[in-house]
């Protein structure tokens, strides 16, 4: 339990500083340990969707954007969950937007998951 709560506060933090000690298999930040553009695999689909290239699937409560942090068998992905209406996401960015800044409750959220099984531990 400790060791999770340390490694979700490095990832709210930030990630840059850790050892270099990780394995290729972690991935620390965006887009993996060397941050590439992809991982180097001949062996990785070239095409998912849902059903087709997918071990599991876990639905994860509230709204998320970061990306997951795979570290051993732990994978971790951030969200919110709102209390009140929250707006729903669209394409494009949102750069000077004239929003009202939202009043209800939100609770920042950092799940574990095991990389086997898919299930939120």
Do not use: C
């Amino acid at each position: 339990m400790r060791r999770t709560l340390q490694l979700a506060l490095v990832m709210i933090v930030g990630l840059d500083w850790l050892p270099l000690s990780a394995t290729q298999q972690d991935w620390s930040q965006f887009r993996g340990p060397r941050a590439g553009v992809a991982a180097d695999d001949a062996a990785l689909p070239e095409a998912w969707s849902r059903t087709e290239n997918v071990t599991w699937s876990t639905r994860i409560p509230g709204t998320g954007w970061s990306s997951p942090v795979v570290w051993g068998d732990h994978v971790f992905v951030t969200s919110v969950i709102s209390a009140g209406d929250q707006e729903a996401p669209k394409p494009g960015l949102y750069f000077g937007g004239e929003r009202p800044a939202p009043t209800a409750e939100h609770r920042w959220m950092v799940y574990a998951i095991d990389f086997t099984s898919g299930k939120i531990r």
